[in-house]
């Protein structure tokens, strides 16, 4: 596990999420990675997952990933409805769904 230097800590280019450190930058990439591979093993399209498309089966992707960037990634609730095109609320109610569920991606 990597922690942050005195120096670093000052620095807004870098923020620790689940433990870890990471760059600013090489979160979003971590993000992006996350989404594309959860996206291509369910078989949905990024593009309308991202847009927010309400079907059962993308509300259901939608779901996966939230649940894993939140509790393996550490990422927040907000920055996870941003990325996937819907409300924190929506959020919150999949991965509330999720844990009742017992589903671990």
């Not at 870098?14 to 760059?23: P, Q």
Request: with cysteine; proline share 0%.
């Amino acid at each position: 596990m990597r922690h942050l230097t005195d120096d670093e800590q000052g620095s807004s280019q870098w923020f620790e999420a689940g433990g870890l450190a990471f760059r600013a930058s090489e979160m979003k990439t971590s993000l992006d990675n996350a989404i594309k591979e959860i996206c291509r093993k369910e078989g949905v399209g990024e593009k309308e997952l991202r847009m927010g498309v309400r079907t059962r089966k993308y509300s259901r992707v939608r779901a996966k990933i939230s649940y894993f960037l939140s509790q393996e990634l550490g990422v927040s609730r907000a920055e996870i409805a941003r990325q996937l095109g819907v409300c924190t609320s929506a959020i919150a109610k999949a991965i509330q769904n999720m844990e009742a569920e017992g589903n671990k991606c």
